[in-house]
């Protein structure tokens, strides 16, 4: 018993650094490397990874018409998701990044509530909606309210833009025709997400007089370490979570991450750590904590999963 408790925490301990590093690892990564590029490559080489993986240990693969829901999930959370996350972290701070994209959880609980026969927020909820929108609105509002952080406009909208694709996402993934594994369904996923960013990324001209020669060490390395540890050691360790430790002790990476990827991002990078962060911080994560709690006496297998989609 000592044993596997011990292994639960290494397990939940690897996924809040390793998660919650993913944001520094995407700032390296796009020093030198266009956005939506180093997203496509890493999700390309990670979902091959996986599918491969999982179909040679026996998984069945998707069916016809599971690959249009996995394509379909992969653009709105990938393309829409990670990509605007890259894409807006060449202007912002990781840790401010992490921080907002930690929101999702709240642009969840107002999709569902305004999608058909979709579930209403309690009163409780809707105060939790309330103070963690101001919080964000600390954190990104006018220089006098977020300690003159001067934040890019385009790269918040970016990110408030990929809470909510994740958020619509997530609400169809909850309906949709996917592979029974886990695992092969985020391969599947990845595998066309990173075909979509890749379409993007040469729509977008990413590639004019881009040249492989000019990337940057680090940002190879931030690469590289996004593909490893953020889409597959830190996958593989939260799949095993799910079957070996409690669902609700599995959740709290998701409040765990932002605070991890603020540090990180000071500590590395020496991005602003201001009081009004570190405030407008614990308001978020605070008003996600109190939305679960309120919205369900336990977090549910299928809520984790479709956060952790976000954090892959």
């Known amino acids: 018993m000592e044993k596997m408790k011990t292994k639960i925490w290494i397990a939940l301990l690897a996924l809040y650094i390793v998660w919650g590093s993913t944001y520094l690892a995407i700032r390296f990564a796009v020093e030198t490397i266009p956005p939506f590029m180093s997203a496509g490559l890493r999700f390309l080489v990670s979902g091959a990874v996986l599918l491969i993986w999982r179909r040679m240990a026996g998984d069945a693969m998707p069916t016809r018409n599971q690959w249009k829901s996995v394509a379909i999930i992969g653009t709105l959370l990938l393309l829409g998701g990670n990509g605007l996350v890259s894409w807006a972290e060449q202007t912002i701070p990781s840790g401010v990044a992490a921080l907002i994209i930690g929101a999702v959880p709240m642009f969840l609980v107002v999709a569902e509530a305004l999608r058909p026969n979709g579930v209403k927020p309690t009163w409780r909820v809707i105060v939790g909606l309330l103070i963690g929108f101001s919080g964000i609105y600390l954190l990104v509002g006018p220089s006098e309210f977020s300690g003159n952080m001067n934040l890019n406009p385009l790269g918040v909208t970016a990110l408030l833009i990929a809470c909510l694709l994740w958020a619509i996402g997530s609400i169809y993934s909850k309906s949709a025709d996917l ?90 990078l020496r991005e602003p750590l201001t009081l009004w962060t570190l405030i407008a911080a614990g308001i978020i994560i605070g008003s996600v904590v109190f939305i679960n709690s309120a919205r369900q006496p336990k977090v549910g297998k299928e809520a984790v999963q479709l956060v952790a989609e976000s954090e892959s």
């Open 179 to 268: 592979p029974k594994s886990a695992l092969m369904m985020t391969g599947a996923e990845m595998l066309m997400g990173s075909l979509s960013l890749m379409v993007v990324s040469i729509v977008t001209g990413e590639l004019k007089g881009f040249s492989f020669a000019q990337v940057s060490s680090s940002s190879w390395l931030g690469l590289a370490y996004l593909i490893t540890f953020g889409s597959m050691i830190g996958f593989v360790s939260y799949a095993w979570l799910l079957q070996n430790a409690p669902i609700s002790l599995v959740a709290t990476y998701a409040y765990v991450n932002p605070v991890v990827a603020v540090f990180l991002g000071y500590l590395f």
